[in-house]
């Protein structure tokens, strides 16, 4: 059974629980969709040096990738902000490197779509590289 958006948005609140976040206190969380259905949730993970932060929707997507997974049908996306919280740039690049999804936000409750090519127009990708 396919899962549902809904079901991918709880997710990703379970797994902002564990967000590391000495620094900023701003706690996220993501829960990523395979093509075969399974899901990989990842939370920001934050460090002294700032820089070395890693956001959570990189860490549900190098979790993945690191155990097999490079096709993905969609991300849901959490913080306990009352905006909807969406990738940033760093991420958007990286989730496009594996190829288009459906981007999932939580505005006040109600689900958010969008699609990571709407977030990413005109994205510089590995066809790109042609000498
Ligand atoms: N952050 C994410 O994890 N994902 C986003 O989409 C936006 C920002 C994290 C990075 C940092 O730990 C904190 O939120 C504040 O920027």
């Not at 093509?35 to 040096?49: F, K, L, P, R």
């Amino acid at each position: 059974m396919e899962i549902t958006y809904e079901k991918l948005i709880e997710m990703a609140y379970e797994a902002m629980q564990f967000a590391y976040t000495p620094y900023s206190k701003f706690n996220v969380g993501a829960a990523l969709l395979a093509s075969t259905g399974d899901v990989y949730t990842g939370c920001n993970i934050e460090s002294a040096s700032y820089g070395a932060t890693n956001c959570a929707e990189r860490t549900a997507l190098f979790k993945a990738v690191s155990e097999g997974c490079r096709s993905f049908k969609a991300i849901a996306i959490v913080s306990e902000s009352k905006l909807p919280t969406y990738p940033c740039g760093i991420c958007r690049q990286m989730l496009m490197e594996f190829g288009d999804l459906d981007v999932i936000l939580d505005r006040g409750g109600s689900l958010v779509v969008h699609r990571l090519s709407e977030l990413l127009p005109h994205s510089f990708t590995q066809a790109d590289l042609q000498i």
